[in-house]
Structure formats: structure tokens, C-alpha cells
């Protein structure tokens, strides 16, 4: 399986911006579907929100429509690392956001639910001051 680790996280204004990073190793990246989720404070595991999705060659990508037109997902499979911009940030983006990824049975994959997911990173704070 791979290994997934998230970095880029921290503390920014209302209306800032930051860019966060999934590093992969320990298996062939291509092979991956990735996505992007976020737990709010409080909130259990099984609250995990998808916040985008994103297929093999980064040519399909889905969003949550709170994150739409505000937060863009691609990945660099010659880089093994997917990423996640994040624009025009509201208090409510607070939560810890983790990558996670799924070994492809079809070329058409992409998943939006959180148990579709077999492989994911430590998560990495997000936090959005007013």
C-alpha cells in the first residue's frame, strides 16, 4: 500500500489562502486514486468530510459544493505528490485535512466517500481566524 504524508497546513486569516501537499511513496503513484478530506473539531473519524477527489491522471476531479470555485486538487505523478489550493478561506475550512488514496480496479475510478479509501496520511492542522 502507499504512504501518504500532508504538509502545508497552518494558521491563516479569513479571505488567505494556503497550499497543501500529499507526499506518496512504498507503491506505484499512477495506480492511485487520491482525495482530499477534512475533520472538523469535534467531529469523529466517521464525520470525515470529502473535500475533492481526484483520478489517475488528474483529468477528473470532483468537489463538495462548500469548496467549489475556492479550492483546486491536482497531482504530479512525476513528483508522486497531489495537492490542494486552497483560495479564499472561511473559518469554516477549520478542521484537519488528510489525502488519502485507493489502488485503481478501473481506470475510470474516483471516490467521493470516505470508505472507499484504504490508504491515509496523518492529517495536517488547517486553521482559519476571523
Known amino acids: 500500500q502507499v504512504q501518504l504524508v500532508e504538509s502545508g497546513g497552518g494558521l491563516v486569516q479569513a479571505g488567505g489562502s494556503l497550499r497543501l501537499s500529499c507526499a506518496a511513496s512504498?507503491?506505484?503513484?499512477?495506480?492511485?486514486?487520491l482525495g482530499w478530506f477534512r475533520q472538523a473539531p469535534g467531529k469523529d473519524r466517521k464525520d470525515r468530510e470529502i473535500?475533492?477527489?481526484?483520478?489517475?491522471?488528474?483529468?477528473?476531479?470532483n468537489y463538495v459544493a462548500s469548496v467549489k470555485g475556492r479550492f483546486t486538487i491536482s497531482r504530479d505523478n512525476a513528483k508522486n505528490t497531489m495537492y490542494l489550493q486552497m483560495n479564499s478561506l472561511r473559518p469554516e475550512d477549520t478542521a484537519v485535512y488528510f489525502c488519502?488514496?485507493?489502488?485503481?480496479?478501473?481506470?475510470?475510478?474516483?471516490?467521493?466517500?470516505?470508505?472507499?479509501?484504504?490508504?491515509w496520511g496523518q492529517g495536517t492542522q488547517v486553521t482559519v481566524s476571523s
Open positions: 488519502a488514496g485507493k489502488r485503481l480496479s478501473s481506470i475510470f475510478d474516483i471516490y467521493d466517500w470516505r470508505g472507499a479509501y484504504d490508504s
Open positions: 512504498g507503491d506505484t503513484f499512477i495506480h492511485y486514486t
Open positions: 473535500v475533492a477527489s481526484i483520478n489517475w491522471n488528474g483529468k477528473n476531479t
